[in-house]
């Protein structure tokens, strides 16, 4: 059931990312200070998506026990 959750969450982290990136990408930054804010969040969503995969790993190890 947490899966489901944690799968959804993803998904849209995922998603989140490669439109920053595509962003980034065409050059949609303003200025340097909208092109850190943006680089920050890539790297702000991405560190979460590293702990949901965590998460899910303790989640899969306490389910085994």
């Given at each position: ?30 200025d340097?200070?909208?092109?850190q ?29």
């Open positions: 059931m947490v899966d489901k959750y944690l799968d959804q969450l993803a998904k849209w982290i995922d998603q989140r990312v490669t439109l920053i990136q595509q962003s980034l990408g065409d050059g949609s930054a303003k340097f200070a909208e092109y804010r943006m680089v920050g969040e890539v790297k702000g969503l991405l560190y979460a998506r590293l702990n949901i995969q965590d998460l899910r790993s303790k989640l899969e190890e306490f389910n085994d026990d």
